[in-house]
């Protein structure tokens, strides 16, 4: 996992960024490094998966932070509700253990 400097840094947008110019950013970031632009040439194409992987993470990371203000204790949060703290810790879990994440059953 980046830092939240390096997550917005790869979005190009400012750590004051409201929520709809992030969305902005990540939209224009995604149209513009889209596989599918450019399947003519494998190697662009590697990379562009590569660079839409780094620019989701990115989104992910940062659209929960500036939508969700409390949640910036919390970064790595991607989930939300009351068992999502339980559900990090059963996949970071299984995850250090070197297991496959196994979807939740409740």
């Given at each position: 996992m980046k830092s939240l400097d390096e997550y917005y840094k790869v979005l190009g947008v400012d750590p004051s960024?409201?929520?709809?110019?992030?969305?902005?950013?990540?939209?224009?970031?995604?149209?513009?490094?889209?596989?599918?632009?450019?399947?003519?040439?494998p190697r662009l194409h590697k990379n562009a998966q590569e660079k839409?992987?780094?620019?989701?993470e990115a989104y992910d990371q940062l659209q929960s932070i500036v939508s969700n203000p409390k949640d910036r204790l919390s970064p790595?949060?991607?989930?939300?509700?009351?068992?999502?703290?339980?559900?990090?810790h059963r996949a970071d879990s299984a995850t250090a253990k070197g297991a496959q994440r196994l979807p939740h059953h409740p």
């Amino acid at each position: 996992m980046k830092s939240l400097d390096e997550y917005y840094k790869v979005l190009g947008v400012d750590p004051s960024a409201t929520p709809e110019e992030l969305k902005k950013a990540y939209r224009d970031l995604v149209k513009e490094w889209h596989p599918d632009r450019v399947l003519h040439n494998p190697r662009l194409h590697k990379n562009a998966q590569e660079k839409l992987r780094e620019i989701n993470e990115a989104y992910d990371q940062l659209q929960s932070i500036v939508s969700n203000p409390k949640d910036r204790l919390s970064p790595s949060s991607k989930e939300s509700g009351p068992h999502a703290t339980t559900a990090r810790h059963r996949a970071d879990s299984a995850t250090a253990k070197g297991a496959q994440r196994l979807p939740h059953h409740p």
